[in-house]
Nanobody, 115 residues
């Protein structure tokens, strides 16, 4: 029903910023809850942020005040603005789309924060 493709990852110095994008294909994008998750080496995938179809957002405690999730339904795109990046933010970041009980995942994009 939907395909997700992330972009915007890369190498950034601590304290810097990156904006990740997730482009979605599908006819009902606006109805999906969208989210960003990340997975560091040796660790389980963890929630970073979500945004509902109504615009309500939720953030992991470790990124509150630094990251912002937003969506542009006209462009079928969800964004993750990451500011004040820390080395601990280094991970592969995955885009997620959820509708009812169905989940869709992107391929992931690497974010590396150097000290």
């Amino acid at each position: 029903q939907v395909q997700l493709v992330e972009s915007g990852g890369g190498l950034v110095q601590a304290g810097g910023s990156l904006r990740l994008s997730c482009a979605a294909s599908g006819s009902i994008f606006s109805a999906y809850t969208m989210g960003w998750y990340r997975q560091a080496p040796g660790k389980k995938r963890e929630l970073v942020a979500t945004i509902t179809s109504g615009g309500s957002t939720n953030f992991a405690e470790l990124v509150k005040g630094r990251f912002t999730i937003s969506r542009d339904n006209a462009k079928n795109t969800v964004y993750l603005q990451m500011n004040s990046l820390k080395p601990e933010d280094t991970a592969v970041y995955y885009c997620n789309g959820r509708y009812r009980l169905r989940d869709y995942w992107g391929q992931g994009t690497q974010v590396t924060v150097s000290s």
